[in-house]
């Protein structure tokens, strides 16, 4: 080997061996990497959901598509024993339609839409510096994947991986979303063990 081949071959794998640490530190590989709080303040760890899939849904109170609250409590309910958690986040990020405190909103969400399905404490979604589970999100899936509005929905499989995104337009009780949950819905098995 000439001394330049070595030096580059030494080179990449200093890049791939700093590529891989630099993955390894910011978390990326699963959903389950990361945490949010519950609404009520308390640590939510991801990795609480292994074994389960998981629907992220952006949410606000004063959209046009805040309605979608009691398709996704519909959604849960319909799922939860079979494996599904349905997580709300919500977000002022777009047109600042989440003005409330996060007692505000849980106030909201139950008393209109008796929403009993998981709420984090507002987060931000978007931008440079969003919560480190949508970064993640948005560097597995590209920007197109990215949140553009309210109720942009992620869907997260029993391992921590993305399946699939769903757009603010698309319901969540359609029968694009409802088959790709139906899809990635643990086994019986994984679901007691996920218990």
């Not at 398709?71 to 339609?97: C, E, H, I, M, T």
């Not at 989440?98 to 209109?112: H, L, M, N, S």
């Amino acid at each position: 080997m000439t001394a330049a081949k070595f030096v580059l071959a030494a080179a990449a794998m200093l890049a791939g061996g700093l590529f891989a640490a630099n993955a390894q530190a910011a978390g990326q590989g699963s959903a389950h990497d990361f945490e949010f709080r519950t609404i009520d303040g308390a640590p939510l760890p991801m990795n609480d959901f292994a074994g389960k899939a998981v629907l992220v849904v952006n949410t606000a109170s004063e959209c046009g598509f805040t309605p979608q609250y009691e398709q996704l409590q519909a959604v849960w309910q319909k799922y939860r024993d079979r494996g599904l958690v349905v997580l709300g986040v919500p977000s002022n990020d777009f047109g600042g339609q989440e003005p409330g405190t996060e007692a505000e909103i849980k106030d909201f969400c139950e008393t209109a839409f008796s929403v009993d399905f998981p709420l984090t404490e507002k987060e931000v979604v978007k931008g440079d510096d969003p919560h480190p589970f949508y970064r993640w999100a948005r560097d597995e899936l590209g920007d197109l994947a990215a949140p553009k509005w309210n109720f942009h929905k992620y869907l997260v499989g029993p391992d921590g991986r993305l399946v699939d995104w769903f757009s603010t337009v698309t319901r969540p009780d359609s029968p694009k979303v409802l088959a790709a949950i139906e899809k990635t819905l643990p086994n019986k098995d994984q679901a007691r063990a996920a218990q």
